[in-house]
């Protein structure tokens, strides 16, 4: 826990109460209001936690006026740049870079657990072929509680570790498959000799019919777009799985919950949502219609893949995806996609509009993500699929930390009440 530094004084008429303060390594001090209830008779009131600091963490730290990310210290546009996606799972799950020899185990202990359970199978078949594969991953994610009771012990630091290995391996095969079911095709088994990415593609891509053989250039940037949607400090999903986790439930539950909120359009659905939101614009000429319709009051309309709760700056990751985006079209001979060319012109106009200026709306991650999952073969359907299947890493190194946290309570905030007081029922004679 952080050391106090300071105290802040809250004045309430007559009443002054001292409240102790925290420094963190980096960013915003904060005030510790845990007992201001017992001492002043107050709650704070915060709906979307827009100035609330939920736990203290020491894995993943973002400056949104400056469009900072880091992981465990290191800078996203250095690990993108230089690592891979298995390599910063280990820094966010154990807190350092590998060694050599610590990587080759931890690779190995990840390929060896790809599979699952044969019986699971089964669950699969109960979906609509048109379920959304979405749909598909809580409900199978939330069912492996029902397959592997040996690792829902939460106070089993072994068990909490192997359910950990089982999620992070077992994510790509479960998106996979989710996919395969949607259109029809055979499952694809894992195979040991391929790495993460390749292995996914292929889990993905290949048919029984032909040879699948990985193009190293899509199994780069798939590798990237998982590294650039690891972790991401305590967003809504995040979040979910620590207050899911502050009740005792097993991972795989946890984790479940956390698949079922990334889903809603706000968050990672924006992925699937900013594509399509592009194919409609579908030229650059209506691209004035959709920016005056997102600054319309009365439009309920946003424009997906634009803006953020903490990045008041660019996105970090927005800006390694889009030279992501221009490399892997060039590569595959379709730079010149009308959807990329919309999204460019669309970013332009936005960024000298003063509407998005001023309430300093840039592109996030999900801008220019979908550009690429769709150069590389994906439905749009896949795409919060995929944000799930890496953010699992992230899930779950927060999840560990909050478990080892001496302060752990269970999540219980309180309301600020406009109902009725209390009142006698009437019978309905009388109404
Ligand atoms: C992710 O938290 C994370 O870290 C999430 C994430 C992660 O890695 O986990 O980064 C991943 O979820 C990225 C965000 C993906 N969502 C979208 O792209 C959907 C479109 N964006 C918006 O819905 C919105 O920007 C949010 C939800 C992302 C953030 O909303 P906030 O912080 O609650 O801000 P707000 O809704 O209060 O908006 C502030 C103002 C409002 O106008 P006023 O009421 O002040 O007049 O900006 C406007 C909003 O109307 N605004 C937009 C806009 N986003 C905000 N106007 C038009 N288009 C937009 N996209």
């Not at 465990?72 to 870079?97: D, F, M, Q, T, W």
């Not at 959807?339 to 709306?361: I, N, R, S």
Request: proline share 6%.
């Amino acid at each position: 826990m952080a050391e106090e530094t300071r105290t802040a004084k809250l004045t309430i008429g007559d009443k002054t109460v001292d409240l102790p303060m925290f420094a963190p390594t980096t960013g915003p001090d904060v005030i510790d209001i845990r007992k201001l209830y017992g001492q002043a008779g107050v709650f704070t009131y915060d709906p979307g936690f827009t100035s609330t600091a939920s736990c203290d963490s020491t894995i993943t730290f973002i400056d949104g006026d400056k469009g900072i990310l880091l992981h465990r210290g290191y800078p996203i546009g250095e690990l993108a740049e230089k690592s891979h996606y298995l390599e910063v799972s280990y820094l966010l799950l154990y807190g350092n870079l590998p060694s050599p020899t610590e990587l080759e185990k931890f690779e190995a202990l990840v390929t060896n657990h790809t599979m699952i359970h044969e019986q699971m199978i089964h669950f699969f078949r109960g979906f609509r072929r048109d379920a959304h594969p979405m749909a598909v991953m809580v409900g199978v994610v939330g069912a492996m509680s029902a397959f592997y009771h040996d690792s829902t012990d939460i106070n089993d630091e072994f068990q909490r570790e192997v359910a950990s290995i089982r999620l992070i391996a077992k994510m790509p095969t479960i998106a996979a498959m989710a996919y395969k079911y949607t259109i029809g095709q055979p499952f694809v088994y894992p195979r040991n000799d391929l790495d993460y990415a390749s292995n996914f593609l292929r889990m993905c891509f290949a048919v029984p019919a032909e040879d699948y053989v990985v193009n190293p250039v899509l199994s780069r940037a798939m590798d990237r777009i998982f590294t650039l949607h690891a972790d991401h400090e305590q967003n809504a999903s995040t979040s979910t799985v620590r207050l899911a986790s502050s009740s005792g439930a097993n991972p795989f539950a946890c984790i479940a919950a956390g698949i079922a909120c990334l889903w809603g359009p706000a968050h990672g659905g924006a992925n699937q949502a900013c594509l399509e939101m592009l194919k409609e614009i579908g030229t650059p000429d209506r691209i004035p219609e959709f920016i005056a319709r997102a600054k319309d009051k009365d439009d309920p309309f946003r424009l997906m893949g634009f803006g953020h709760r903490v990045y008041k700056n660019f996105d970090p990751r927005a800006t390694v995806m889009k030279q992501s985006a221009d490399e892997v079209l060039e590569l595959l001979g379709i730079e010149n996609n009308p959807v990329l060319q919309v999204a460019k012109e669309l970013e332009k106009q936005a960024l000298e509009d003063p509407y998005f200026a001023d309430k300093k709306l840039f592109p996030n991650v999900d801008f220019y993500s979908g550009i690429i999952l769709e150069a590389m073969g994906f439905p749009t359907s896949m795409f919060t699929p995929i944000f799930a299947l890496a953010r699992t890493v992230g899930w779950i190194s927060q999840w560990k930390e909050q478990l080892n946290d001496p302060q752990l309570k269970i999540g219980r905030p309180r309301q600020l009440y406009l109902g009725e007081t209390e009142r006698s029922y009437v019978d309905i004679e009388k109404r």
